[in-house]
């Protein structure tokens, strides 16, 4: 059963471009969500989705970011107009959200905006 | 509402037992463990939930005291693969599936 894909895995952008970020969930799991990490910091929740369906995106940022989970294909994590600021991995995690909301994580992508 | 870790960093010679605490000053629904090593992703170790029931790793163990809103991780004859560091995610009563909310960290270093 394969893990948490994420890509691209080293993302490297300039100030005022893009960035999307992609997360495949584990098979049979119906709830991502996204964290982010700072250098030396530790995790900090972003957005929780279900298949078409934000649920809680009370720690995204008002302005540049947004999220969706597609009813076909992976999480999209998209920065518009990046700035240095926005440097940091960005992990998905995702759960089968039964008894135990354990959440697995992807192995991240890391953003370096230059 | 970031639960607190303690200690921050703490250092082992293999075999030697360590206790990293996590509280919060919440009410919890559970209380979730990671370890992540450098430039890796989070690595699932357990969750405790209130009521009692847990699931995780065979070689770690956890408490959870519902009343004080604490947990603690304990690592028994640690080995030098335990080096890491470890998060607590924590899940609030009133936003039960939903996110966690991670503590600070612990940095873990086992010597030879």
């Known amino acids: 059963n394969a893990g948490v894909m994420q890509n691209p895995r080293h993302l490297v952008r300039r100030r005022g471009q893009e960035a999307r970020l992609r997360c495949s969930p584990m098979k049979g799991h119906s709830h991502v969500y996204w964290y982010r990490q700072l250098p030396e910091e530790g995790l900090k929740f972003m957005v929780y989705l279900q298949k078409e369906n934000i649920i809680d995106e009370s720690g995204m940022p008002k302005e540049r970011f947004s999220a969706e989970f597609p009813k076909e294909g992976p999480s999209i994590l998209r920065i518009q107009q990046v700035v240095r600021g926005d440097s940091a991995a960005y992990f998905c995690?995702?759960?089968?959200?039964?008894?135990?909301?354990?959440?697995?994580f992807g192995p991240g992508t890391r953003l370096t905006v230059l | 509402q970031q639960p607190v870790q303690s200690p921050q960093a703490v250092i082992l010679r293999e075999g030697e037992d360590a206790v990293i605490n996590c509280s919060s000053s919440k009410a919890l629904y559970s209380v979730h463990w990671y370890r992540q090593k450098h430039g890796e992703a989070p690595v699932f170790l357990m969750i405790?939930?209130?009521?009692?029931e847990q699931k995780g790793h065979e070689k770690i163990s956890a408490s959870f005291n519902e009343k004080k809103q604490q947990s603690s991780l304990y690592l028994t004859a640690s080995q030098l693969s335990y080096s890491g560091t470890y998060f607590c995610?924590?899940?609030?009563?009133?936003?039960?599936?939903?996110?966690?909310?991670f503590g600070q960290g612990t940095e873990l270093s086992v010597k030879p």
């Open positions: 405790l939930l209130k009521g009692g």
């Open positions: 995610g924590t899940e609030p009563f009133y936003n039960q599936g939903g996110k966690l909310i």
């Open positions: 995690a995702s759960s089968p959200r039964q008894i135990y909301n354990e959440q697995f």
